[in-house]
């Protein structure tokens, strides 16, 4: 039944490749619609928080995050007055045992 219906997405960014992924492993026929002419390197980094990470790995992504990602051990709020620390929230191994699925870091290319 499913391969018999179409699906247009709206957008190739993070959000709608991951929809289109996930609907095509359901049986869909999926079609994205981009307003860019061509897909190019953003020069940023993508910060995915472990509830997209987890996403992304039920997908069948996690070997290719593997050889792209980064697992930072945290993340360090500075004060841009005296440069000093305002707070510090560890990430890596313990953060990902609590959350079910890493916080990674990836570029955007």
Do not use: D, W
């Not at 699906?7 to 959000?15: D, M, P, R, S, Y």
């Not at 860019?36 to 997908?59: H, Y």
């Not at 000093?84 to 990674?104: H, K, Q, T």
């Amino acid at each position: 039944m499913a391969a018999s219906r179409t699906i247009f997405v709206a957008g190739a960014g993070i959000g709608g490749l991951t929809a289109s992924l996930a609907l095509a492993a359901k049986g869909f026929r999926v079609v994205v619609l981009e307003k860019a002419e061509r897909l190019e390197e953003a020069g940023a980094g993508v910060q995915l928080s472990p509830n997209a990470s987890r996403v992304l790995i039920a997908l069948g992504l996690q070997p290719r995050l593997a050889g792209i990602a980064v697992t930072p051990e945290a993340i360090s709020l500075m004060s841009v007055r005296s440069g000093g620390a305002v707070a510090r929230l560890p990430l890596g191994a313990p953060a990902a045992s609590r959350a079910g699925a890493p916080y990674l870091v990836i570029h955007r290319g």
